[in-house]
């Protein structure tokens, strides 16, 4: 049995232990998934206590909800879904969502096919550790502005390195559609990274990404 | 595929992440590899997309705030012992 159909069949134990009201089998539960709810939670509300808060809320909905479960699925991913929710309801109650246009993020191309020269090298900063944890700051930022279901995309399989089957599966979309989704929310974080790399340094002094 | 049969923005724009993810018949991966090492700002594209998913790993939280299944759990369970 591969350890993706072991972890499911785990997961159902558990499952059926919480349908009889199993406070044991719900604690089992809790310490096997709140690190990775919270982390999912960060994504979309990228602050600890409402992140927490949003933990809490999904294990909630986990534990009077369950009866609603069809065990035919995979269980992370319905449970996934129910902790994305969480984490949106508390975003909505924190601010509006804006997006952009991820349009305006695709690369330009000349008419032969080729990218314009606007190539800039922050491929040297990303190396450079200092560097790359103010590139990623920056990152966080962007992350923001893009609508959410390309950051889910992007978060799952980017940040939270799963594999884009089990996001897809989780989003209920097809395989094509989210890496869609996740391609264009690489290429939007990718140029905004550039502009970032590409801006003068506030305060004057030497650029800090080698050109 | 061959430079001349691909351009650069179907590189980009269509094959580059099921590239990136491994799955892509061995026979196309061939041709955008050939493609890469022929086309240098194709090949930049490249390590830049590789560095943005570098970058983007750096966001994951490192720590997960002490005590937190034991107060997800508690909570749970207060409340719904009170609404029984």
């Known amino acids: 049995m591969a350890a993706h159909e072991d972890q499911n069949a785990s997961d159902l134990e558990l499952v059926r232990r919480i349908k009889r009201s199993d406070e044991q089998g719900f604690r089992e539960m809790v310490d096997r998934y709140h690190a990775r709810v919270y982390s999912l ?7 600890s206590e409402d992140a927490e808060e ?3 809320d999904a294990f909630l909905t986990l534990y009077r909800k369950i009866g609603t479960f069809d065990e ?14 969480a984490a949106y309801s508390r975003a909505r109650r924190r601010k509006p969502i804006t997006t952009i246009s991820l349009e305006d993020y695709v690369p330009r191309y000349r008419d032969d096919g ?3 020269p606007e190539f800039a090298a922050f491929v040297d900063g990303a190396e450079d550790e200092a560097i790359a944890r103010d590139l990623a700051e920056h990152a966080a930022e962007f992350m923001d502005e893009l609508p959410p279901p390309y950051r889910d995309a992007i978060w799952m399989v980017d940040v939270e390195e799963m594999k884009p089957a089990d996001v897809a599966d ?3 979309i097809s395989l094509a559609a989210l890496k869609s989704r996740l391609h264009r929310a690489r290429l939007f974080v990718r140029q905004r990274l550039l502009e970032v790399a590409a801006a003068p340094p506030a305060g004057g002094g030497e650029r800090r990404v080698a050109p | 595929m061959t430079h001349d049969a691909i351009s650069c923005k179907r590189l980009i724009l269509e094959y580059l992440v099921d590239y990136e993810d491994g799955a892509m018949p061995e026979e196309v991966r061939r041709d955008l590899e050939w493609h890469l090492e022929h086309c240098p700002p194709c090949l930049v594209f490249l390590k830049e997309y590789r560095a943005t998913g570098r970058t983007l790993r750096m966001l994951k939280p490192k720590d997960v705030p002490k005590n937190l299944a034991e107060a997800v759990w508690g909570f749970v369970i207060a409340r719904c012992r009170k609404e029984e």
């Open chain 1, 114 to 116: 080729h990218a314009s």
């Open chain 1, 72 to 85: 035919s699925k995979k269980f992370f991913s319905w449970f996934y879904r129910v902790a994305l929710n």
């Open chain 1, 54 to 56: 949003a933990t809490q």
């Open chain 1, 41 to 47: 939670a960060y994504g979309v509300l990228r602050n």
């Open chain 1, 170 to 172: 989780v989003l209920e």
